[in-house]
């Protein structure tokens, strides 16, 4: 799932060719890219979407959505380090067809072979 998360501005370099931040997403601190995003300061909220900020919204929306999102559980998640994504990654069951494709594969190799493809 893709989200835009909301965080607060609580830095902002201009020393390189783009115009970076760190943004605060309810305690964890990441760094993000604010080009697109000229008009944001610092203590100003942005969303957030895979490490650019989209858009400026104001404290009330950010804080609610941050609510929001941590009661859905999706924040652990979004929001994790990369040691914590790969460490969740791993735990998870592995296939070798991620979308599903193998189930009908095998589903169609298991029927008797004067059956296949009759219904």
């Not at 607060?8 to 931040?21: A, F, H, L």
């Amino acid at each position: 799932m893709c989200l835009a998360i909301p965080g607060k501005v609580e830095e902002i370099s201009t020393g390189g060719p783009i115009r970076m931040g760190k943004v605060n997403f309810g305690g964890v601190v990441k760094k993000v890219c604010l080009d697109y995003v000229p008009e944001v300061e610092v203590g100003d909220y942005t969303l957030v979407h895979v490490g650019f900020a989209i858009s400026k919204i104001d404290e009330e929306t950010a804080r609610q959505t941050l609510a929001d999102f941590r009661t859905m559980g999706l924040l652990d998640e979004e929001l994790a380090s990369e040691e914590e994504a790969l460490s969740r990654a791993a735990a998870r069951p592995q296939s070798n067809c991620p979308d599903g494709s193998c189930e009908a594969v095998s589903q169609q190799t298991s029927e008797p072979a004067g059956q296949r493809g009759q219904q």
